[in-house]
């Protein structure tokens, strides 16, 4: 009975942090067992899947692409980081982050680096120690150490008086 409490009790728990990211790391150890490598890849996906979040790994690498684990502010909720991709120490990743590869190249992320959420990171790049990135700013190149990188302001586009905006069913929304 206490062994059917304790399954119960995993199942309505929320995020474990430590189990997640031990598994993800003994992914790259060389001296785990392949079923333990099997069980544990299995893991990593099934809580990829349930929180919508693509942690990829790669391997057929041998090198764990974090330095140490990163703080996740809302958990796994939406975060993509791309295999390859270098993530430094001590770096806080909020949701709905995006760090991918374009061109044939995934970023590398320096220590202390605080990314807002929906911030999208894409290409070959560097991203220095004790960088800033704001919410929804997407970058696509070289970031110095010791940055801030903000959206500019809203542009605001006026459309002419007679301009007729695209609608599924033009009947729900006529004008007056």
Request: proline share 5%; glycine share 8%.
């Amino acid at each position: 009975m206490n062994e059917f409490l304790n399954k119960l009790k995993m199942l309505y728990k929320g995020f474990d942090y430590n189990k997640y990211w031990s598994s993800l790391e003994s992914l790259y150890d060389p001296s785990i067992s392949k079923f333990k490598r099997l069980l544990c890849r299995n893991y990593v996906s099934r809580v990829n899947r349930r929180f919508c979040a693509s942690i990829a790994y790669n391997p057929n690498s041998r090198d764990f692409n974090f330095k140490s684990w990163p703080i996740l502010g809302h958990g796994l909720n939406g975060i993509v980081i791309a295999a390859g991709a270098i993530i430094g120490k001590d770096c806080y990743i909020s949701h709905q982050v995006t760090i991918g590869r374009s061109r044939g190249g995934a970023p590398t992320l320096g220590d202390n680096v605080y990314i807002g959420p929906g911030a999208k990171i894409f290409g070959d790049i560097t991203i220095g120690n004790n960088v800033r990135i704001g919410a929804n700013c997407v970058v696509f190149q070289d970031i110095p150490d010791n940055a801030t990188v903000v959206l500019q302001k809203p542009r605001i586009i006026i459309k002419d008086a007679n301009y007729e905006y695209y609608t599924a069913n033009p009947d729900e929304a006529k004008r007056s």
